[in-house]
């Protein structure tokens, strides 16, 4: 069955402009999380998506930054007016529920954000 | 303070021997579960184990064990038979149970092991 997809791989974009980042969760996966995590680091929470409750955006670090997910599906990253502190690699997770301890969340591969 | 600690930046092992990575948590809930994931040079991060707060025994997943002291807070991860392809970063993380952001995973600085011919 298909994992957790993100895209684009790769974004190398100049500081000032917007990207949008992608996230495709497995299939019945009702939870969704957002990560960063910069080099040589380990991950930071941004957000969390939860059916239809509202998201958790307590890890989100500034204003900037900002994202939607379409019912159980498809989730957008959006980070405005981008900053050489924001390069990173995103990670974007799944799991089935998110309301219990023992959920085990599902990695995609990432997308590594490169601001010039 | 830091939620999850993990002390070793970088360890090595020789191929076929048993390692260590070490792990200590800080947290006041009663209900939380410690994970540990292997994060290889390709940058996907692969759960390996699970050790919730109330279970009594040890968790095993083949090579992996998990040596959970509670009066301690430590859940060090020990890989048995190392192997070349368990050269990878190596994350401790820590879902609470309860209270705001019971849901997400606070996560280690890892420990970068690289396994020896």
């Known amino acids: 069955g298909a994992g957790v997809s993100q895209s684009p791989s790769n974004k190398v974009t100049e500081k000032g402009k917007d990207v949008e980042l992608r996230c495709d969760p497995i299939?019945?996966?009702?939870?969704l999380y957002w990560y960063r995590q910069r080099l040589g680091q380990g991950l930071e929470f941004l957000i969390y998506f939860q059916g239809n409750s509202a998201p958790d955006k307590s890890g989100l670090p500034s204003d900037r930054f900002s994202a939607e997910r379409t019912g159980e599906s498809v989730s957008t990253l959006t980070i405005q007016r981008t900053q050489q502190e924001d390069s990173a690699v995103y990670l974007c997770?799944?799991?089935?529920?998110?309301?219990?301890?023992?959920?085990?969340?599902?990695f995609g591969p990432g997308t590594r954000l490169t601001v010039l | 303070a830091q939620k999850i600690t993990q002390t070793q930046p970088g360890m090595f092992v020789q191929e076929k021997e048993a390692v260590t990575l070490d792990c200590t948590y800080d947290t006041s809930d009663q209900s939380y579960g410690l994970f540990w994931y292997k994060q290889p040079s390709s940058g996907e991060m692969i759960f390996l184990i699970y050790?919730?707060?109330?279970?009594?025994q040890n968790a095993t997943e083949g090579r992996y064990s998990l040596n959970f002291q509670k009066a301690r807070k430590s859940a060090n991860l020990v890989i048995s038979a190392s192997q070349l392809g368990d050269s990878a970063m190596y994350f401790c993380a820590m879902r609470e149970g309860s209270g705001a952001g019971s849901y997400q995973l606070t996560f280690g600085k890892g420990t970068k092991l690289s396994v020896i011919p």
């Open positions: 050790q919730g707060s109330y279970d009594e």
């Open positions: 997770a799944s799991s089935l529920e998110g309301g219990r301890v023992f959920d085990e969340q599902f």
């Open positions: 299939s019945g996966h009702t939870a």
